[in-house]
Nanobody, 126 residues
Framework: VQLQASGGGTVQSGGSLRLSCAASGFTLDIYTIGWFRQAPGEEREGVSC????????YYSDSVKGRHTISGDSAKNTVYLQMNNLKPEDTAVYSC????????????????????WGQGTLVTVSS
């Protein structure tokens, strides 16, 4: 049972990256999947989540309109397309799953999640 996050890197302000969260050993569509980030010296922040049953998505105000979360059930993978990146998006991004289905701002609560992948570093230069 494993979550593997990938796709981080260094981009200039205004650039784009797509993060992937691949699951092995279990199927994502019975969970809520969230993306979280943690910048140095900052608390972890939930940025986006997707309800594995109906595909409902939710975003934090800090990324709304710039990032898009989506899932590919055939590949058992969830993506986070990040556009118009800003220096304040610099952080380690991790994906996680929560048992059950959550929507709205509740799905950004890290305490709901019990499986976590390793992080992938995103650095945005000005």
């Amino acid at each position: 049972v494993q979550l593997q996050a990938s796709g981080g890197g260094t981009v200039q302000s205004g650039g784009s990256l797509r993060l992937s969260c691949a699951a092995s050993g279990f199927t994502l569509d019975i969970y809520t999947i969230g993306w979280f980030r943690q910048a140095p010296g900052e608390e972890r922040e939930g940025v986006s989540c997707i309800n594995g049953r109906d595909g409902t998505t939710y975003y934090s105000d800090s990324v709304k309109g710039r990032h898009t979360i989506s899932g590919d059930s055939a590949k058992n993978t969830v993506y986070l397309q990040m556009n118009n990146l800003k220096p304040e998006d610099t952080a380690v991004y991790s994906c996680a799953t929560a048992p059950g289905y959550y929507s709205g701002h509740y799905c950004l609560m890290g305490s709901l999640y019990d499986k976590w992948g390793q992080g992938t570093l995103v650095t945005v230069s000005s």
